[in-house]
């Protein structure tokens, strides 16, 4: 009766030491806020709320309408689909976005004073992105190519062979118009009916567009275009601009690389882009650079910045342009005078706080983005340009109070090496300097991923701060590969998976037992995709963890390469194909030391994964089976590589959680 009794004493003071922390349950409650984009008088903002809408067992994405002035934030939109990308038509009176409403992704619109939305277009596939005509009467949208009558037929009587690399479908230009009817306006037209004219195709080679831009006087269109859909053609796309009204288009930046994302100043007279400035590498850094429409005198502005760059934008005066990125375990706003081509901080580092969407106002004065920190939920907040201060606009998510999440702090060690490594520890709630704590060490994906001080109280299916709550101390490591620290710090495991990586995160383990903090004798790893390849390797390079959790981990480095749908990374960071150099891949397989695994390991992975096909783990589960390692696995239908079904997430969430409890803990 003894261990009984002290069993349930130990589980009321979790309880209690836990109470008001974020359960699973708090956590899928958790709104995350996404796009945002300022009306044109610069008065209002409209910005996208995604939650878990457990009925239809989907991430529920709505419009959120902000006034700036009074910060008072109404919901907009209340479907049960996903409504996102809105856009402010240029008088401001309607917004447009996407939804799937009626399956097919279509556009929408709505008044920002409320009612319902009309549907705009109703095409036959799904629309991918859009942006209105600068008159307001009509859309330009890229859209992937239908299935044919005939695909249709052959698809109902299933009858319908995959041919590979054959029949390719495009992602294509269109121009859509609302329908004529001179009693009222183009948008007015768009209140009662669907629009009368059917799309035009703008682009008809056979070519994937992935990104374009429409010019201020609406006869240009520059769009980004790769030879297929596949991911790794992204690295091979080029520039083109095209003349709306008479169809014909030319080549404007054509080179090796990435030439991407492109951006015309509001005087048309540059194209701003992002590029890798003609280079191939999987692990280079991206830049901004310009163009004028002539395709003559072609920039690169921001060669000094020693990072990828995010979304990018231009000033109202086309004399600066903006964008984000990573620095550290920051994510940060960014400015370039297109002058001098100087690079600054547009906002402070702030105690690490982390940013996300922005937009910049069309007189030039603020900007409004969202942003958060480890301890702090995310909300929309205004920063005037010039300034330092940033104002917050919005409570959407007022009630997860900063009381009930672990302490985040940034911990820089020295690696192995001499090369200086960073990790954010998560303390445990109700943490007790001095104590030991069971540690849980959690490695991202990329491996050019990074943890950044965001609030995440879920980092995919990991909860952290349940995690916090229950006692744990959690690691969270950006070893060597890690973005945000520069080219150099990122390609420091090219041909090195599972080396030197490895032994930052070991070495900022022992850190944390050296400080007294971690219990070495209760310690467990997981991580998903590259942190899924981690773990299985470091289980086979020790056992001083009780228990893993490999998510869509690539195990076998060799079958991956001719399984996944991006063999161009595999190459990029092995320096070759398997069949030139078969013993670097095999150095670095986890299945090659698989025999030397004694840690209890929970597997999962996304039954439609194509990214780390499911035989990754199916053959790293058979293995440990067959050494004799205490093995679960589950497989989640219907997920490719990341999981996005709210009730799955919940589940994967819930099974990692019991199972660290289980071995770590004795629950």
Known sequence: MKPRFALLAVLLASVAAGAGALSIEEIMKYKNIGEVRISPEGQRAVFVVSTANYEDNVFNTDLWLLDLRTKQALQLTRWGKRDNSPRWSPDGKRIAFLSDRKDKVNIWTISPDGGEAEQATDVKSNIGSFDWLPDGSGFIFSMTDPPTPEEEKRKKEKNDPILVDKNIKFARLYRWEFGDNPSTSPLDSARGALGTREPTVLTKEDAHVNSFDVSGDGQWVVYGVQPTPKVPDFRHSDLKLLNVASGEGRDLVKRPGQDTSPRFSSDGKWIAFISTDGGEDWIGNSYVCLVPPDGSGLR???????????????????????????????????????????????????????????????????????????????????????????????????????????????????????????????????????????????????????????????????????????????????????????????????????YGDYRDIMNGVDLLVERGLADPERMGVMGWSYGGYMTSWIVTQTDRFKAASVGAGVTNTFSMFGTTDIPEFMEAYFGGRPWEDSENYLRHAAMNYVENTKTPTLIQHGQEDRRVPLSQGEEFYLALKKVGVQAEMVIYPRQPHGIQEPKLVEDAMRRNLEWFNKWLLGQ
Do not use: C
Not at 414 to 436: C, N, T, W
């Open 300 to 498: 690169t502005l921001s060669k000094s910045f020693d990072e990828r760059v995010g979304a990018i934008q231009w000033a109202p005066d086309a004399k600066k342009i903006y964008f984000n990125a990573s620095e550290k375990a920051d994510d940060r706003l960014w400015e370039i005078d297109v002058e001098k081509a100087a690079v600054r901080a547009l906002s402070s580092a702030d105690d690490g706080k982390a940013t996300g969407s922005y937009d910049v106002s069309r007189d030039g004065k603020f900007v409004v983005f969202t942003r958060s920190d480890a301890h702090t939920p995310i909300e929309v907040y205004r920063l005037a340009l010039g300034s330092n201060s940033a104002e917050k606009l919005t409570s959407i998510n007022a009630d997860y109070g900063t009381g009930k999440v672990g302490q985040t702090e940034v911990i820089v060690y020295k690696a192995h090496d001499g090369m200086e490594v960073e990790g954010l520890l998560v303390k445990p709630v109700g943490f007790q300097s001095g104590k030991r704590y069971p540690l849980l060490v959690i490695v991202h994906g990329g491996p050019s991923g990074v943890f950044d001080m965001s609030f995440t109280p879920r980092r995919g299916v990991y909860p952290v701060q349940t995690f916090a709550e229950q006692g744990y101390l959690v690691w969270l490591p950006n070893p060597r590969g890690s973005g945000g620290f520069g080219y150099q710090y990122r390609r420091a495991n090219y041909r090195d998976w599972g």
